[in-house]
């Protein structure tokens, strides 16, 4: 005679600030014959449903003031870890603090009252466990669960490993959201720094087709970098729209009148300062209109309708701005394949590192947001004039967002000629020469030509640049040569400065 062996009760713990699907969950649970545990709101959505469960005090066999503490109770955890664990399933979610730590309306008490203490704890023990113990986080997970266990009574190893990984970059997630609201800017670079990042958007691809993509969501920071750009229209931006927007932002905020940038491939082609935006665009693009065509445009002021009427003449992709008329809307609507979006805060990274990944590991440093750390001193005997004085600014703040070795020519407030991303300086400044040698009789005739470089030159430098037709300009200073340049600038009549900052960007 065969005797049946009779089957040792299962046990699932439910533990969800998320509750999509967390009923019918249980409803399967128990079709399964498992004995159900759960908390709080979970507890009260199944008792609403009307499935059976047991509360966290009836099954760890003794009175618990509070149902939160009761998850820290010893013998709850030992259910989970111990080898002959009692707790065959652990179903738990946490709210979602990046939706708190983003509202501005909320205290700093506010959001640490969201944060759930003990969840966490309860998850890292289930995966801990993940060869004995199932570890859900992700409502997603629920149905593949609930199929494998009615086809096969238990769930493969491979799969529980899946599962309890998941489980750990999620309460790793929630814990980073944390520390990086608490946190803020660093005062140092600590030994150990785990960086939470949620998926926004999926990318159509990458930089090239081949490449996947998508946009992951710095959490536990106020919502201001390109994270919180809206699109009002056209389609989803793509990989080189964010590298091209950041850059083109950053560029046309760092001046107070109205001012525009056109980027493309991370490299400004166009920037320009005017009476209004309409003419500052107008005059951004004509600086390199093959450079700015299909650019991204960044403007700092409303897009007015004027300005919304350039934009609908020439080609660019994407438009940035704090905010569009209702006219420019109307008018760019009809234009083909672009994407206004807007931005709600002047400076999109405030206080945020610079990471950069690289094979096996990752290069952290200081943002470069500040273009000047000491006060410009003039190294030639003329000083600069005002005309030509603004108008190296122009230059240099373009030169600092530019690819290093940069150099920048502009004429009046508009820039005409960049030369980026070379690997000699001199040829960074041969390249210059040759675009605004393109466009300089057209544009601002009369103001003086000056140019801007990221890093130090050299005499022979400032002699190419004189010979191009340049008047002033404006570097960091700093090396052996600079009394040499400074002697070359001398002798050609131009007024040569110093910032005493470099700008590299590579």
Not at 117 to 123: E, H, I, K, N, S
Request: with cysteine; aromatic share 6%.
């Amino acid at each position: 005679m065969t005797i049946k062996k009779e089957r040792l009760a299962r046990t699932a713990l439910l533990h969800v600030a998320d509750r999509t699907g967390v009923v019918e969950l249980a409803q399967a649970l128990a079709a399964l014959g498992f004995e159900l545990v759960a908390t709080g709101p979970t507890a009260t959505a199944l008792r609403h449903a009307g499935v059976a469960h047991k509360t966290v005090s009836e099954f760890v066999g003794e009175r618990i003031p509070a149902d939160a503490l009761g998850l820290l109770h010893p013998k709850l955890v030992a259910a989970i870890t111990e080898e002959k664990a009692r707790v065959d399933l652990v179903a738990v979610n946490l709210y979602p603090l990046s939706q708190a730590t983003a509202d501005p309306a909320l205290t700093q008490d506010e959001v640490l009252a969201y944060v759930d203490p003990v969840g966490p704890a309860l998850l890292r023990a289930a995966a801990r466990n993940f060869k004995r113990v199932i570890p859900l986080c992700d409502p997603d997970d629920y149905q593949q669960a609930i199929d494998t266990l009615k086809a096969y009574d238990r769930m493969l190893p491979d799969r529980r490993q899946v599962l309890a990984a998941k489980a750990f970059h999620y309460s790793a997630y929630y814990d980073s959201t944390v520390a990086q609201y608490l946190g803020g800017q660093w005062e140092e670079f600590p030994d150990e720094v785990v960086i939470a990042l949620k998926k926004s958007a999926d990318l159509r691809y990458g930089e090239n087709p081949h490449q996947s993509g998508a946009f992951y969501t710095l959490s536990g920071a106020r919502p201001w970098g390109l994270n919180a750009a809206q699109l009002h229209l056209g389609r989803p931006l793509v990989y080189g729209h964010y590298l091209d927007l950041e850059t083109a932002w950053e560029l046309v905020n760092a001046v107070h009148e109205p001012a525009c940038a056109i980027v493309k491939h991370g490299v400004p082609a166009g920037f320009a300062c005017g009476e209004d935006l309409a003419k500052a665009a107008r005059r951004a693009y004509a600086g390199d209109p093959r450079g700015c065509f299909r650019g991204t445009a960044a403007v700092n002021g409303e897009v007015s309708a004027a300005a919304a009427e350039f934009f609908a003449e020439e080609y660019v992709s994407c438009i940035a701005a704090p905010d569009f008329s209702a006219k420019a809307l109307q008018l760019l609507k009809t234009k083909k394949d672009i994407r206004l979006v807007t931005l709600p805060s002047k400076l999109i990274s405030a206080h945020e590192l610079d990471l950069r990944a690289v094979a096996g590991g990752m290069l952290v440093q200081d943002r470069d947001q500040r273009p000047f750390i000491q006060d410009i001193k003039t190294a030639s005997r003329r000083s600069p004039t005002d005309r030509e004085m603004r108008a190296m600014l122009v230059a240099w703040h373009t030169a600092m967002h530019a690819r290093t070795h940069a150099a920048v020519i502009a004429r009046g407030t508009a820039v005409i000629g960049v030369g980026s991303g070379q690997t000699s300086r001199l040829d960074a400044v041969r390249l210059a020469l040759v675009k605004s040698q393109e466009r300089h009789p057209i544009l601002a005739a009369g103001e003086p030509m000056v140019l801007a470089s990221d890093g130090a030159l050299t005499a022979e430098h400032i002699m190419a640049a004189i010979d191009g037709g340049v008047t002033a300009v404006i570097h960091p200073g700093g090396a052996s040569e600079d009394r040499d340049a400074a002697e070359a600038a001398d002798g050609r009549g131009a007024a040569l400065v110093y910032t005493g900052v470099r700008h590299f960007k590579h």
